[in-house]
């Protein structure tokens, strides 16, 4: 049973910090590609970065760099999301998603599975 599980999201000022939690558990050995996407009320689901846990090579999306940053820790199964100088912008709900070889990083038609996402409002 996969399961891909976000915590960490809340209201915070604009400037802000916040850091974003996904836990998977039950994928796939094959399943090894991790992103974070977002979708803001009214608008498509948007890709913000990606990562290859195994090696640690990330992908960000233009609107983030320089202000998010994600990592993982492989013994915990979890990946996360650093979030610096929130503007308004960046509300949205934010899904962690999980995928297998193949596809860009950023696109979430690629990715097989989705956890149910965690709400980010910035005041």
């Known amino acids: 049973h996969v399961q891909l599980v976000e915590s960490g999201g809340e209201s915070v000022q604009a400037g802000g910090s916040l850091t974003l939690s996904c836990a998977a558990s039950?994928?796939?050995?094959?399943?090894?590609?991790m992103a974070w996407f977002r979708q803001a009320p009214g608008k498509g689901r948007e890709g913000v970065v990606g990562?290859?846990?195994?090696?640690?090579?990330?992908y960000y999306a233009d609107s983030v760099k320089d202000r998010f940053t994600i990592s993982r820790d492989n013994a915990k199964r979890t990946v996360y999301l650093q979030m610096n100088s929130l503007k308004p912008e960046d509300i949205a709900m934010y899904y962690c998603?999980?995928?297998?070889?193949?596809?860009?990083?950023?696109?979430?038609?690629?990715?097989?599975?989705w956890g149910q996402g965690t709400q980010v409002t910035v005041s």
């Open positions: 998603a999980a995928k297998g070889p193949g596809g860009a990083y950023l696109e979430s038609h690629v990715y097989s599975y």
């Open positions: 990562i290859y846990p195994g090696t640690g090579t990330t």
């Open positions: 039950g994928l796939p050995a094959s399943t090894q590609y």
